[in-house]
């Protein structure tokens, strides 16, 4: 195997922002351990377009496996063993407004039980260094916020009233907080916990899949992204290279 700076279990690389997170890693020298909800489906293009995307690198630091968030059976711990740092971008954003709760409840359970599932394995993992969590700005101010009030870390978006046009909102909120909690549970962690909170990020496709959330709303990562530990907001809007430049 060539030479690697580490490896780096990565959730979400199939999607806008994931894929250029694992372009970025791969580019820096790390290996990657990417999660896909299924690698063998003759539908799943977008796995297909990812490693063409990706193919200009050893596919020898590059390795895929299945595991699906929903999926209780799957072994997070399994997967994290012997990685240096874990990148958890993988949540489910709705391609329109809930009609029902049992829909708005798929969306909760990727986002929360995601999270919890990626934290306890983890936790349990000596070797990580360091796990990265992409929240967003739907977490701090909503989608829309408030016009004149100034937003940091200190702030949530209030989960109290959960009407189903606000699931996503909801979802991320309470994923972010389920993070927190349980990394503050931990006595001495062996690791460090870093959240994102990007807005919408308009740039290049690197997969050309047609999936809708690759149209342009997508989520931010550092360039550096040995961040010190808290959350991170960015801009509301801004380009996809910038946001990944800016921390």
């Not at 360039?223 to 430049?245: K, N, Q």
Request: charged share 20%; net charge positive.
């Amino acid at each position: 195997m060539s030479e690697s700076q580490g490896l780096v279990l990565l959730t979400g690389a199939t999607g806008f922002i994931g894929s250029h997170v694992a372009k970025l890693l791969l580019g820096d020298g790390y290996s990657l351990r990417v999660t896909a909800r299924n690698l063998t489906s003759n539908q799943n293009v977008k796995v297909s377009q990812l490693k063409a995307a990706l193919s200009e690198y050893p596919s020898d630091r590059i390795e895929f496996v299945e595991a699906d968030l929903l999926d209780q059976t799957v072994s997070w711990t399994q997967l994290v063993s012997g990685c240096q740092y874990v990148v958890h971008v993988a949540s489910s954003l709705p391609e329109r407004v809930p009609k029902t709760q049992a829909e708005a409840d798929v969306t909760l359970r990727t986002a929360i039980g995601g999270t919890r599932a990626i934290i306890e394995a983890v936790a349990a993992t000596k070797s990580v260094k360091k796990l990265v969590v992409t929240s967003s700005v739907a977490s701090i101010a909503g989608i829309m916020g408030t016009r004149g009030r100034i937003y940091d870390e200190t702030v949530w978006f209030d989960t109290n009233n959960r009407p189903l046009g606000l699931t996503y909102e909801t979802s991320k909120t309470l994923a972010e907080k389920e993070a927190w909690r349980l990394f503050k549970d931990i006595k001495n962690p062996h690791f460090s916990l870093v959240c994102i909170n990007p807005g919408v990020v308009i740039g290049p496709l690197l997969a050309q899949s047609t999936y809708s959330t690759q149209i342009g709303a997508g989520y931010a990562f550092p360039a550096d992204w040995l961040l010190p530990v808290g959350r991170h907001p960015t801009t509301v809007r801004s380009g996809l290279r910038d946001c990944l430049r800016q921390f």
